[in-house]
């Protein structure tokens, strides 16, 4: 759901199971919508609720190491396993 009254980039609702995203350009949306599911899967599984657990620190670290790492991989030549 987009909602331009939002004062966040984005948000979960576990209590309604939405993500609501605020109008961007199409590349920040979709790191927003990427960074909310990892709200979501944290919340769902009950992760989220561990006490003295840094869940904005462990999203902004995937966000910020995890993500982009993974997204170079594609752009690499792997060795097959005869080379």
């Given at each position: 759901?987009i909602?331009?009254?939002?004062g966040?980039?984005?948000?979960?609702?576990?209590?309604?199971m939405?993500i609501?995203?605020a109008?961007?350009t199409?590349?920040?949306?979709?790191?927003?919508?990427r960074?909310?599911m990892?709200?979501?899967?944290?919340?769902?599984?009950?992760?989220?609720?561990?006490?003295r657990?840094p869940?904005?620190?462990i999203?902004?670290?995937?966000?910020s190491?995890f993500?982009?790492a993974?997204?170079?991989?594609p752009?690499?030549?792997w060795p097959t396993?005869?080379?």
């Amino acid at each position: 759901m987009i909602d331009e009254t939002i004062g966040d980039y984005g948000q979960f609702s576990l209590d309604d199971m939405r993500i609501t995203l605020a109008p961007g350009t199409p590349e920040s949306m979709a790191q927003t919508l990427r960074h909310e599911m990892v709200h979501a899967a944290l919340a769902i599984s009950g992760i989220a609720y561990i006490e003295r657990l840094p869940e904005e620190a462990i999203v902004r670290a995937l966000d910020s190491i995890f993500w982009p790492a993974y997204q170079s991989l594609p752009k690499r030549t792997w060795p097959t396993k005869n080379s």
